[in-house]
């Protein structure tokens, strides 16, 4: 089955800006989570959302919010971007359910903001 | 809050030999760990999970060790390959559900043939 699409790959803002970005999980898949990687912070947790609500937030300011639809889609949001908020945005989707314990990663957005 | 802390940084080590990766935790209980290969450009890769009332775990050439009261996993990789070459992660999964984990910053393991 298809893997974890995420689009775009490459994006360029500048500063200021605000930014979408979209995740589309491995069908049959309710989670959706997304991280930023940073060279200095590593894999950061943003949020975590399942039958479109919101399940866990990482700790990340109000700029940065997201939402699900009905079919598990997910979008990302970066209001008034920042030069610190260059990074590859990695969404990654899991099956339901204890047992399903495998992330499962999209190939990332990298966003540079000039 | 949890954190968790991978090293070395960076292992440098000759093909065939044995590479050792450590993953240290705190404030994390139950413990279910997991470890992922990511290889540059490219988004992590699921390798293995251990929880907390299993000692050792094994796939082909990797094992991972999970001391719950030392709150430190070690990763092996056997008979390594250059192919093995890149960054490996550790993450605690809170949930139990391979969502909202926690990262450590990785290991990039070189081997040289």
């Known amino acids: 089955k298809a893997g974890v699409t995420q689009t775009p790959r490459y994006l360029i803002k500048t500063r200021g800006q605000q930014v979408t970005l979209s995740c589309s999980p491995i069908s049959g898949h309710r989670s959706v989570s997304w991280y930023q990687q940073t060279p200095g912070q590593g894999l950061q947790f943003l949020f975590e959302y399942f039958s479109e609500t919101q399940r866990n937030k990482g700790n990340f300011p109000g700029r940065f919010s997201g939402r699900q639809f009905s079919n598990s889609r997910s979008e990302m949001n970066v209001s008034t971007l920042e030069l610190g908020d260059s990074a590859l945005y990695l969404c990654?989707?899991?099956?339901?359910?204890?047992?399903?314990?495998?992330?499962?990663f999209g190939q990332g957005t990298r966003l540079t903001v000039v | 809050s949890q954190k968790i802390e991978q090293n070395p940084e960076a292992l440098n080590i000759q093909e065939g030999k044995t590479a050792t990766l450590t993953c240290n935790y705190t404030n994390y209980s139950p413990a279910y760990l997991q470890w992922y290969r990511q290889d540059p450009g490219r988004g992590p890769v699921f390798l293995l999970l251990i929880r907390e009332n299993e000692k050792e775990k094994r796939k082909e050439r990797l094992k991972v060790t999970f001391d719950t009261t030392l709150k430190q996993s070690l990763f092996h990789i056997t008979a390594s390959q250059p192919a093995d070459s890149a960054t490996y992660l550790c993450?605690?999964?809170?949930?139990?559900?391979?969502?909202?984990?926690?990262f450590g910053k990785g290991t990039t393991l070189s081997v040289s043939s």
């Open positions: 993450a605690l999964d809170p949930n139990q559900a391979g969502t909202a984990l926690i």
């Open positions: 990654a989707s899991s099956g339901t359910g204890k047992g399903n314990t495998e992330a499962f």
